[in-house]
């Protein structure tokens, strides 16, 4: 039986064009003081995707591969049913084809404080000196909680999610690495 042999979290700089006239253009520095729909969906698509990495690497990498079938505590409270199937090819791609049942799974960073509601899919495959070819999907997807950037919006709504993550570990930097979709609206980082 094969292990998982590596820890994966994707690292980033957010970079989303937020409300008003100009947009980032160094990391950590923005004219504008809100943080617009375009900000907000960013930061909801990389919130869903950093938990998700996070649920995996607490609770799946290094273990066995095959059938999963888990119930996890999140971060900031609430559980994530995780099922499916994971396994490890002879030359270090990673797979992955799993559902996340989560119930107000929370989770935080330097941009975010929100809790997911709904069933995700994940599929996929990575490995650790490469690229992500990673899907997400959520037909409807509670998401609730806030931004915490700029004018801290809140963020509570209901709708349908669909990601890929094609992180690259060894680009010399990323760009729109995490494309899709967020309540029908673009995400692009």
């Known amino acids: 039986m094969k292990t998982w042999q590596r820890l994966m979290l994707p690292v980033s700089v957010l970079v989303c064009s937020c ?11 923005h004219a504008s003081s809100t943080c617009g729909q375009t ?10 995707d950093d938990t998700i990495w996070l649920l ?3 609770n799946l990498a290094g273990q066995p591969s095959g059938a999963q079938s888990k119930t996890v505590s999140c971060p900031l409270g609430g ?4 099922t499916g199937t994971t ?4 030359n270090g791609i990673d797979t992955a084809q799993l559902t996340l049942s989560m119930q107000n799974c929370g989770n935080l960073n330097t941009g975010y404080s929100l809790a997911f509601t ?6 996929g495959s990575f490995n650790s000196s490469a690229g992500n070819a990673i899907t997400f999907k959520s037909a409807s997807l509670i998401i609730g909680g806030a931004i ?3 004018d801290n919006p809140t963020i509570d709504e209901t709708c349908a999610v669909s990601l890929t993550d ?3 570990k060894t680009a010399a930097a990323q760009s729109t690495w995490l494309t899709g979709l967020v309540c029908g609206r673009t995400v692009s980082l």
Do not use: K, R
């Open 148 to 150: 915490t950037l700029y």
């Open 166 to 168: 094609t992180y690259d």
């Open 56 to 58: 995996w690497n607490e």
């Open 87 to 90: 396994g490890v090819a002879s």
């Open 79 to 82: 559980t994530a049913q995780i």
């Open 19 to 29: 409300s008003g006239s100009s947009s980032q253009t160094t990391p950590g520095t």
């Open 118 to 123: 709904g069933t995700v899919t994940w599929g």
């Open 39 to 48: 900000c907000q969906d960013a930061e909801v698509g990389y919130a869903l």
